[in-house]
């Protein structure tokens, strides 16, 4: 999974969590360039409200000013991870066992980088991601190298059997 710098990592970890909040990960998308976004995707047992990732943006802002751990102009956001959750480590993936998620590797493996699978869970050496498939009809099974996975987020799933009354 493609890590952001460790020092960003434990300067915005240092921040959320004493705030109450757990920092999930971080995408520092287009570094360099003038759109550059660091987002940062928290989340609290009682769930994110507008107000929260507020309170988190500014109290990181001020410390990021200070800190200025990134290169250029950057723009902050704090956000919610959402129903398709983005996936950051190995034990975000293994606490996702018997739900659904969206993986796509750096390399192709057996002709392709995106797989959707059941979690059936990660090998003991935290080396291998095994995934139930639906190929068409048949049920099959991926393993997947976690140091291949480029990126993971859970695959949302909605109940629509019960009627609206």
């Known amino acids: 999974m493609r890590r952001v710098n460790d020092r960003l990592t434990a300067l915005v970890t240092s921040v959320v969590e004493p705030m109450g909040y757990e920092m999930l990960g971080i995408e520092h998308a287009a570094a360099g360039s003038a759109e550059a976004v660091l987002r940062v995707y928290i989340d609290h047992a009682n769930g994110i409200r507008v107000d929260d990732c507020e309170a988190v943006s500014r109290q990181l802002s001020s410390v990021l000013d200070v800190e200025d751990p990134i290169s250029g102009h950057y723009v902050l956001e704090v956000s919610s991870p959402g129903l398709d959750r983005p996936l950051f480590s190995v034990e975000q993936i293994e606490r996702q066992r018997g739900n659904r998620i969206r993986v796509r590797l750096e390399q192709k493996l057996d002709g392709r980088r995106n797989f959707e699978g059941e979690v059936l869970g990660v090998s003991a050496d935290r080396q291998i991601l095994e995934l139930s498939l639906d190929e068409g009809k048949e049920q099959c099974r991926a393993q997947l190298?976690?140091?291949?996975?480029?990126?993971?987020?859970?695959?949302?799933?909605?109940?629509?059997?019960?009627?609206?009354?």
């Open 145 to 165: 190298p976690v140091a291949q996975i480029e990126s993971a987020r859970v695959v949302p799933e909605f109940n629509f059997s019960q009627s609206a009354r």
